[in-house]
């Protein structure tokens, strides 16, 4: 898999270049995995619906082809997009998620960060009141509300095009977190984001970008 670090972008040029990339990739292409910045967006999946968006404010809204719901990329944010064959993996999409989310959870707890999975609810959680603690979480969260005390640090959303992907994954690393109040963070309202400056994790954007760069190369090498 080949890593390319692309700093800071627009996301709309990404997303072209991404969709390009995929359709006039062949059998023998070689898998890539795309580090992105982004300027500050929201972005909506197909099923993303309008009144997740509770006020943009300036900071434009673009509907894209990964599933999921609206979410928010800005500075401070690492974006990873691996681009990869699935069929040549052996893997279907269920493994796909899984193993994007295996690699994040490697990357906090390279931080000391304990990170969580919510069935049903992609992406990557932390205990607001105790981030480092290792215990289980609840089947169903306190009064049955499985997001109950807890942060989403890390929001996922693919898309697959014959037996390929595209889109990824965003771990929050050092962002100003204010635009997440002005939508429904992935279709869930109320849900708390958080990213590791502000559980008290002091690391720069490339240390990051590196540490969750040979995470997912040893979790998407066939």
Same mark, same amino acid.
């Given at each position: 898999?080949?890593?390319?670090?692309?700093?800071?972008?627009?996301?709309? /040029?990404?997303?072209?270049?991404?969709? &390009?990339?995929? !359709?006039?990739?062949?059998?023998?292409?070689?898998?890539?995995?795309?580090?992105?910045?982004?300027?500050?967006?929201? =972005?909506?999946?197909?099923?993303?619906?309008?009144?997740?968006?509770?006020?943009?404010? *300036?900071?434009?809204?673009?509907?894209?082809?990964?599933? *999921?719901?609206?979410?928010?990329?800005?500075?401070?944010?690492?974006?990873?997009?691996?681009?990869?064959?699935?069929?040549?993996? *052996?893997?279907?999409? +269920?493994?796909?998620?899984?193993?994007? &989310?295996?690699?994040?959870?490697?990357?906090?707890?390279?931080?000391?960060?304990?990170?969580?999975?919510?069935?049903?609810?992609?992406?990557?959680?932390?205990?607001?009141?105790?981030?480092?603690?290792?215990? !289980?979480?609840?089947?169903?969260?306190? /009064?049955? @509300?499985?997001?109950?005390?807890?942060?989403?640090?890390?929001?996922?959303?693919? +898309?697959?095009?014959?037996?390929?992907?595209?889109?990824?994954?965003?771990? @929050?690393?050092?962002m100003d977190l204010e635009p997440?109040?002005?939508?429904?963070?992935c279709g869930y309202a109320g849900?708390? =984001?958080?990213?590791?400056?502000?559980?008290?994790?002091?690391? &720069?954007? @490339?240390?990051?970008?590196?540490?969750?760069?040979?995470?997912?190369?040893?979790?998407?090498?066939?």
């Amino acid at each position: 898999m080949q890593v390319l670090t692309l700093g800071r972008r627009p996301y709309d /040029g990404i997303e072209t270049a991404m969709r &390009e990339f995929t !359709a006039a990739r062949g059998p023998e292409t070689e898998d890539e995995l795309w580090l992105v910045e982004h300027d500050p967006v929201f =972005t909506q999946g197909l099923a993303g619906r309008p009144e997740h968006v509770l006020g943009a404010s *300036g900071i434009p809204v673009v509907q894209t082809q990964r599933g *999921g719901q609206v979410t928010y990329h800005g500075p401070g944010q690492v974006v990873a997009y691996p681009l990869v064959d699935l069929q040549r993996m *052996g893997i279907y999409v +269920k493994e796909f998620v899984f193993r994007l &989310e295996s690699a994040v959870l490697r990357v906090l707890e390279s931080c000391g960060v304990t990170g969580h999975r919510i069935v049903g609810a992609p992406g990557i959680y932390v205990r607001l009141d105790d981030p480092f603690s290792h215990a !289980a979480l609840a089947p169903h969260g306190p /009064g049955g @509300n499985p997001f109950a005390g807890l942060g989403k640090i890390a929001a996922l959303g693919i +898309k697959v095009s014959r037996h390929c992907s595209y889109h990824g994954l965003a771990l @929050n690393v050092a962002m100003d977190l204010e635009p997440f109040s002005r939508i429904d963070p992935c279709g869930y309202a109320g849900l708390a =984001t958080v990213d590791l400056r502000s559980l008290g994790v002091d690391i &720069e954007w @490339n240390d990051a970008a590196e540490r969750l760069a040979k995470a997912l190369q040893r979790h998407l090498t066939p």
